[in-house]
């Protein structure tokens, strides 16, 4: 999940509340003179932005996800703790030997929210509505994640048809084989909706512009899923609440209500918890780690499943020369990187996919800490004086970049100390700074990442140089047709393929992987259970909580 961004505007305010601000409803449930538990049923988590929809179709970035995932389900889900796909709504699936064909054998007695039965038609319903957006709905903006994974609607797309042969079989028809279609599946945008509610509410009915959408009824104020939470209230910029199904399928815990509180900076996160105002929230600061476990406070970590990187678009130059980009690769001291500015725990990257993907090489090549090489290597590109603008990031914490500021420091001081003078170009996340990295030609070296949606090669490496991009700058055609040639071929293929492609991208070197750092969480001490997930799959109904 997740998610380089918010692609979606949404039209949402998103305004920081303070903790000073927020609700008392939380404290009005605690004994305050023992500071036990007295019937405590309501989760408050503090999320850092509102969510960009609430229809997981329509959106791509984590917190929309977070919430979404309390509502929804999909056909697919993964195994507690891991990446791994996992029945969910589909018991079972039997995929035909060309890989065309996907028959997914149905749960019994689901319920949606509305009543409507979940069954195949249901499946096949939201299947059909995916593969026949058209205009808005159907953009890179809106429905992203079925645009990347199926290839686009209608005849563009791999998408061929489903039929619902009785109430728990749905069969899935392709016109090409899509490998990561199962792992895919696990996506909050792919969960199964109501279909009475989506078209009683319009949910297909959007408007606006692309860069600013205006959501439908159903996306902010009716989204109906088969999870074990409904929806009760969206106040835009402050907070999100769900209610506690009656009828779920599945498992509950304590919790019967949550409360998803915006809290945009991360500070202010952190004195909510000691304020006793919220139960628990994510992002912590790597600063804060030691400090809220010396308080009694739960520090929980995610494993890392993600790439922090260092971009160098070959549009600026001299970027462009391979003998620049080896320099400055060999300039950084990952080692201290991860030492001064990421949480303990966090992995040194070799390449641009985490150690535990299918596709990770040992063979990939290395670039060093190295400043003597670095000097010999830009004394050889006649850059000796290079000046380099360098991009990064302000007003954000992501998982795999807790504090932007800190590891632009760390990484420009390493630059200095070879003769590379850079400019630092500080700019906000929201709305400008992922506009100017991924929409134009306009920047040097820039920092980002990337938290994968799901156990897949693809999702991390042909994300980056899957095609031509403003980001990198380049045109391989090669290399696209290498990842391509790897996303496609047989499952049992895919493994050597994506080795080779990793090997190719790190001789090519069009950035430097940082680091895979691990992503903490901070709970008070009643919290229990908490599901933690690499690819943040993490709905509440396991909660308990203690006196």
Known sequence: MRRRATRLAGGVTLVTVLAAALSGCVASERDTESGEDSGKDTFVFAASADPGSLDPAFASDGESFRVA?????GLVGVEPGT??????????????????????????????????????????????????????????????YYTHVFGGQGENGKYDSCEAPDATTAVVTLKSPLPELVPALSLPSFSMQSPTALQEFNADEVGG??????????????????????????????????????????????????????????????????????????LVAPADVDALKESGYQILDRDPFNILYLGMNQKQKPLDDPLVRQAIAHAIDKEALVAAALPEGTEVATQFVPSIVSGYSDDVATYDFDQDKARELLKEAGQENLELEFNYP????RPYMPDAAAIYEAISADLEEVGITVTATPEPWSPTYLDTIQGGSNHGLHLLGWTGDYNDTYNFIGTFFGAESAEWGFNDPDLFQSLSDARYAPVDEQEDLYKAANEAVMEFLPGVPLASPVPSLAFTEQVQGYPVSPVQDEVYNVITFTE
């Open 69 to 73: 995932r309390q509502m929804f389900e």
């Open 394 to 397: 302000t007003d954000v914490s």
């Open 209 to 282: 512009a692309e860069d600013a959408p205006e959501l439908s009824e159903y996306a902010t104020a009716h989204p109906v899923g088969t999870g074990p939470y409904t929806f009760g209230e969206w106040k835009a910029g402050e907070s999100v609440t769900l209610n506690a199904f009656d009828d779920y399928w599945g498992e509950f815990g304590d919790v019967q209500t949550i409360v998803f509180t915006v809290i945009a900076e991360g500070t202010a996160r952190r004195q909510a918890l000691e304020a006793g105002d919220i139960d628990g929230y994510d």
């Open 83 to 144: 990446a791994d796909p996992a029945p969910l709504l589909a018991e079972s699936w039997d995929i035909s030997e060309d890989g065309l064909q996907y028959t997914f054998h149905l749960k019994e007695g689901v319920k949606f929210h509305d009543d409507t039965d979940f069954d195949g038609e249901a499946v096949c319903f939201n299947f059909d509505r995916w593969a026949n957006w058209t205009g808005l709905a159907a953009s890179e903006s809106l429905s992203y």
